[in-house]
Nanobody, 123 residues
Framework: QVQLVESGGGLVQAGGSLRLSCAAS????????MGWFRQPPGKEREFVAG????????YYSDSVKGRFTISGDNVKNTVYLQMNSLKPEDTAVYFC????????????????WGQGTQVTVSS
C-alpha cells in the first residue's frame, strides 16, 4: 500500500505559479504510475498529468500541456506538479493518485488517492 498527502495549493492570480507536492509513504512511489487529477466545482474528475514508474515518461492533458510539469524525487519519495501561467479555469481540487500498472489517464484505474488540495486562480 501507499499513502499520499498533497500540499501546496492556495489562491493565486491569473498568470501566476504554484507547485503542488505529493508525499508518498509506504511503498515507494517509483513502484507506481503516479497521476495528478483535478475536480472543478460541479464537474467530473479529470486527468492533468502522469508520470510512469521510474519517471520513464510523462503525460499531460491538452489543457495543461506546456504550462504544467510533473516530476518525481526518489530520495524524498515525492511527486511534484509545477503549474505556471495559471488560468481561472485551472481552479479545482487537485488530487494525486497511484496506479499499479502502466500509464492511464482514466481515474478509475488509480487505486490510491490523496485527500486533495484546493487551487484557486483569480482573474
Amino acid at each position: 500500500q501507499v499513502q499520499l498527502v498533497e500540499s501546496g495549493g492556495g489562491l493565486v492570480q491569473a498568470g501566476g505559479s504554484l507547485r503542488l507536492s505529493c508525499a508518498a509513504s509506504g511503498r515507494t512511489y517509483s513502484s507506481y504510475t503516479m497521476g495528478w487529477f483535478r475536480q472543478p466545482p460541479g464537474k467530473e474528475r479529470e486527468f492533468v498529468a502522469g508520470i510512469t514508474r521510474s519517471a520513464s515518461a510523462t503525460y499531460y492533458s491538452d489543457s495543461v500541456k506546456g504550462r504544467f510539469t510533473i516530476s518525481g524525487d526518489n530520495v524524498k519519495n515525492t511527486v511534484y506538479l509545477q503549474m505556471n501561467s495559471l488560468k481561472p479555469e485551472d481552479t479545482a481540487v487537485y488530487f494525486c493518485a497511484a496506479y499499479n500498472g502502466l500509464y492511464s489517464s482514466d481515474y478509475h484505474y488509480y487505486t490510491y488517492w490523496g485527500q486533495g488540495t484546493q487551487v484557486t486562480v483569480s482573474s
